[in-house]
């Protein structure tokens, strides 16, 4: 999918520290990671925030796996 970017947000991104990485866009807003690991949004109107928590990935459990019940 072909996100475009708003001018407030890629001024934004070029004036960013070197050490922050693009990760993603999350609803059209550029997704950050900082050198600590805090990840940041860039808002269409070029303001920096913090990203909301990131959910877990829950796996699927085996077929046939036991379930502990004996069965």
């Given amino acids: 999918m072909n996100m475009l970017l708003t001018a407030r947000?890629?001024?934004?991104?070029?004036?960013?520290?070197?050490?922050?990485?693009?990760?993603?866009t999350r609803d059209g807003s550029p997704v950050l990671e900082r050198a600590d690991g805090?990840?940041?949004l860039v808002q269409p109107n070029g303001s920096v925030?913090?990203?909301p928590p990131v959910e877990?990935?829950?796996?699927?459990?085996r077929v046939?796996?036991?379930?502990?019940?004996?069965?």
């Fill in 9 to 24: 947000q890629l001024e934004r991104l070029r004036e960013l520290a070197p050490d922050h990485k693009l990760l993603t």
């Fill in 38 to 40: 805090r990840l940041l």
């Fill in 49 to 51: 925030a913090q990203a």
């Fill in 56 to 61: 877990r990935v829950r796996s699927y459990p």
């Fill in 64 to 71: 046939g796996a036991s379930d502990g019940d004996g069965g």
